[in-house]
Structure formats: structure tokens, C-alpha cells
T-cell receptor, first 114, second 113 residues
């Protein structure tokens, strides 16, 4: 069964550093998403991406965050200057076209900011 | 805006007990409804979904019925197993528009033998 692949599975970074979280969505999917889950808390939507542009973003997705689809297969989330409160599990998800097709999630990247 | 409310956990049950996890939603339009499960240390897996009113989603012995009149999508299982111990998230989205999932806070289920 096709999978959404996320790398790395765990990243530790110093406060103020830039991090890039990588995702390879399922190849024929057209909608891409990033979510985060702070330890023990709910899963929060960050951003969605369709047709090479952001289609929706939450209040969490401020100027510190950016997304890219640099080469037609990867989908990246960049955090420019990490803060302690960015420590969380970050999930990528993808979806085929509109219609009643569901979302497929990756297994997540655990980001620890120290 | 749209939102999902789940019952607070943790829910602690003995093996073979009946499970209900309540979920209600607020939405404009006609969302699709989902239950996701997160096993310890793992990502989110789709457990079941329903795309319109009165649809019943089912998988692995779990069921949930989309009730538009009560805006609910309660998760049930007749006989839980230790392996069902996980966090369960109710969620909604407008699938056809490709909008993002909105999740509830999650309910932790712990099943003991």
C-alpha cells in the first residue's frame, strides 16, 4: 500500500536554528498538509498546499514557517528560527483529488528544540 | 468555525468490555467525519469514516454512525482488546474541497486484561 514518508523520524536542534522537515507524499496525490501535535495534546492543522501554492493556513503558521514542493516529489516544512515551543511531532499528510478520498498520514517527525 | 468535541479521557476498561467514545461536531455545510487512532509511539491511522448523514463507518470491530440530527459521530466497539489501547481522535473535513482535517482533542483508551 502506498505510504507517505517523512524524514527524519527525530530531529534535535538548538533554539534559533533553522530546520527543514521532509515529506514524500503519495505520488498521484494533489493535496498536501502539515499538522503538529505538541506532546499529549491535540493534532493541530498548520497548512495545506495545492497546485503549487498554499491553499489554507492556520494562525500557528506565521512568518517563521514556510512550505515548498521543490522537485515535484518532496514537500518540505521549514521553520526559520526555532523556539522551544516548536517542539512537537510534525505530521505530513496527502490526499488525491477532491472527492471522497481520504487523507494518508506519514509516521511523523519528532522535533525537539533545546 | 468548524470544531469537534470529544469526551475527556482517559477511558479505562477491562478486556471484552463495551466501548463508547462520544464525539460531537459543529460545522457549516456537510462535512465528512473520521476516527483516527494513534498507537503508542506511532503516527495517525484512519480507523473509519463516513461521508454523509446516516452512513455507518466500520473497521476492526469499531463502528460509528453519522447522525446529522444530533451532530454526533460516536465510536463504539462491542468487545475491546488490550491491543485497542491507543489515543482516538474524532475529526471532520470537507473532503470534496480538500480542506484540512479538524481534530478533536483525542481520547486515551487503556484496556487491561
Amino acid at each position: 500500500e502506498p505510504e507517505v514518508t517523512q524524514t527524519p523520524s527525530h530531529q534535535v536542534t538548538q533554539m534559533g536554528q533553522e530546520v527543514i522537515l521532509r515529506c514524500v507524499p503519495i505520488s498521484n496525490h494533489l493535496y498536501f498538509y502539515w499538522y503538529r501535535q505538541i506532546l499529549g495534546q491535540k493534532v493541530e492543522f498548520l497548512v495545506s498546499f495545492y497546485n503549487n501554492e498554499i491553499s489554507e493556513k492556520s494562525e500557528i503558521f506565521d512568518d517563521q514557517f514556510s512550505v515548498e514542493r521543490p522537485d515535484g516529489s518532496n514537500f518540505t516544512l521549514k521553520i526559520r528560527s526555532t523556539k522551544l515551543e516548536d517542539s512537537a511531532m510534525y505530521f505530513c499528510a496527502s490526499k488525491p483529488t477532491g472527492g471522497n478520498y481520504g487523507y494518508t498520514f506519514g509516521s511523523g517527525t519528532r522535533l525537539t528544540v533545546v | 468555525g468548524d470544531s469537534v468535541t470529544q469526551m475527556e479521557g482517559p477511558v479505562t476498561l477491562s478486556e471484552e468490555a463495551f466501548l463508547t467514545i462520544n464525539c460531537t461536531y459543529t460545522a457549516t455545510g456537510y462535512p465528512s467525519l473520521f476516527w483516527y487512532v494513534q498507537y503508542p509511539g506511532e503516527g495517525l491511522q484512519l480507523l473509519l469514516k463516513a461521508t454523509k448523514a446516516d452512513d455507518k463507518g466500520s473497521n476492526k470491530g469499531f463502528e460509528a454512525t453519522y447522525r446529522k440530527e444530533t451532530t454526533s459521530f460516536h465510536l463504539e466497539k462491542g468487545s475491546v482488546q488490550v491491543s485497542d489501547s491507543a489515543v482516538y481522535f474524532c475529526a471532520l473535513s470537507d473532503l470534496r474541497a480538500g480542506t484540512a482535517l479538524i481534530f478533536g482533542k483525542g481520547t486515551t483508551l487503556s484496556v487491561s486484561s
